[in-house]
């Protein structure tokens, strides 16, 4: 049990009338990344934001290192469900920086805020990590004097000053201009790379190829099949994974 | 028309001016703080409150102004029992009633400026694990207030110019004295020279408001 940091059981959704998870299951592991492809519409950024609560699920279970954010379609305490939710970043497709706030205010403020640190370890953080994403002349800038490649730097730069155990991407790159892409996928490799747990609904099936130690596919709000990046692109086993593959690739 | 005279009522309709930047500066840091808190009525997700603050807005926007201030300053002394409580001072029965109008205005004005953001404002903050004061506070109200900026200024400019309909239940104001001197000297200068007042007021506020969205403008 204790070996996966997420465990996703049975997990059901409805809009109205529309069934968006029908009976989804995942298992992520400490350190991997698992990238989820599948269709629009399929359910892949509904299950999600139902791991950062910004979904309330109609049934079945989300289980973050032990915790249960829900059981069996039961959420705990609001305070509860924020520990648990304060393990995850998140990063998103309209990267949804606070305009009002420079590149450095985006990154401070929450930590300011909920963290019990010293304003200068904030600072030192935050100059760290601009420079890891490679951004550190971009501190006093507004995000509206920046690329979109730049924006969702800071987005994960400031998804990252909290220091969750797993960061979760919904499109991180489908807002993007092709020629941007490459420098957020590039920081997503390195945070891979350095071990971080990441979910990953992409429509890049190379970095998903490149980058994921599983990739799993949806379709109408059920995961069809999942494997290797080699078994699933090389010999996908479902006729709808080949489908779409076909499609895509 | 010798510049004696220009300045025999430039003066009477300067100290009518003060009333009406009295008013004014009343009018405005009152109503715009009502303002927000009918804006955030309407957002309560307790409904008799909405409904209250929808009903509100939709007298105070629905009738005239100067059917307030009449109200305030005839009618409400003319109720039957209570109407002897209720007798105010004409300027300050005015007052109330541009500050009850002009919430009305500004709660659909900060209305619109929380339509305008998106809701994945309200999902960042949620996912770094801001509570709802800090989301409200830190996050959301700073864009309100940029958004909502341009319509303020548009709304300080008409009140400014609201404030001759002081004249209809004789509060001496900058009108009053132009008016006045009109009839008395047969004369149009006063009205030009009130226009210019007003002009002045009106330039000021334009410019404080200029400058306030550049210093606002988040670039």
Redesign the interface.
């Known amino acids: 049990m204790d070996k996966n940091i997420i465990e996703v059981t049975n997990l059901r959704k409805s809009f109205g009338a529309l069934e968006v998870l029908k009976n989804v299951s995942l298992r992520v592991a400490p350190s991997e990344v698992v990238a989820v492809i599948g269709p629009s519409g399929s359910g892949k950024s509904t299950m999600l934001r139902s791991l950062a609560h910004l979904e309330v699920v109609n049934g079945g279970s989300i289980v973050i290192g032990g915790q249960d954010l829900v059981r069996d379609g039961v959420y705990p305490s609001g305070a509860k469900v924020r520990e648990i939710t304060s393990r995850m970043g998140m990063v998103f497709q309209h990267f949804n920086l606070f305009p009002h706030l420079t590149v450095r205010g985006n990154l401070e403020l929450a930590p300011k805020l909920v963290k019990q640190l010293s304003a200068a370890e904030i600072a030192r953080r935050a100059s760290e990590l601009l420079e890891k994403v490679g951004l550190q002349d971009k501190g006093e800038s507004y995000p509206s004097n920046l690329s979109g490649g730049q924006k969702q730097r800071v987005a994960i730069a400031r998804a990252l000053m909290m220091s969750p155990e797993i960061l979760l991407f919904d499109e991180p790159t489908s807002a993007l201009d092709p020629e941007l892409t490459g420098e957020v996928l590039q920081v997503m490799r390195q945070l891979a790379k350095e071990r971080m747990t990441m979910v990953v609904v992409t429509h890049e099936m190379g970095f998903a190829r490149e980058v994921a130690d599983r990739v799993m596919f949806m379709a109408d709000g059920e995961f069809i099949e999942s494997g290797t990046p080699e078994q699933l692109f090389g010999s996908p086993q479902h006729e709808r994974t080949q489908l779409f593959l076909n499609r895509v690739l | 028309m010798s510049l004696e005279y220009f300045l025999n009522i430039t003066g009477p309709m300067l100290e009518g001016a003060r009333t009406t930047v009295v008013l004014f500066f009343l009018a405005i840091v009152t109503s715009i703080p009502l303002g927000f808190v009918f804006t955030l009525m309407v957002k309560s997700a307790v409904k008799p409150l909405a409904w209250i603050a929808n009903a509100y807005i939709y007298v105070m926007r629905g009738t005239p102004l100067l059917l307030q201030m009449l109200f305030f300053c005839f009618g409400l002394p003319v109720i039957p029992v209570i109407g002897e409580y209720l007798v105010m001072d004409r300027f300050a029965a005015a007052c109330l009633a541009f500050t009850l109008n002009y919430a009305a205005y500004f709660a659909e004005i900060f209305r619109g400026g929380l339509l305008a953001i ?1 809701k ?2 309200y ?9 709802r004061w ?1 989301t409200m506070t ?2 959301i109200l ?2 309100m207030f ?1 958004i909502a900026l341009p319509a303020v200024s548009n709304e300080a400019i008409t009140l400014v110019k609201d404030t001759a309909l002081l004249y209809a239940v004789a509060v001496p104001e900058l009108l009053h004295f132009a008016q006045t001197a009109v009839n008395r000297d047969f004369t149009i200068m006063p009205f030009v020279v009130a226009g210019v007042i007003y002009l002045l007021m009106t330039l000021v506020l334009t410019l404080f408001f200029k400058l306030l969205e550049r210093k ?1 403008k ?2």
Do not use: M
């Open positions: 998106d994945g404002q999902e960042a903050a949620q996912v770094l694990g801001l509570g800090h830190r996050i700073p864009q940029r606002f988040f670039e």
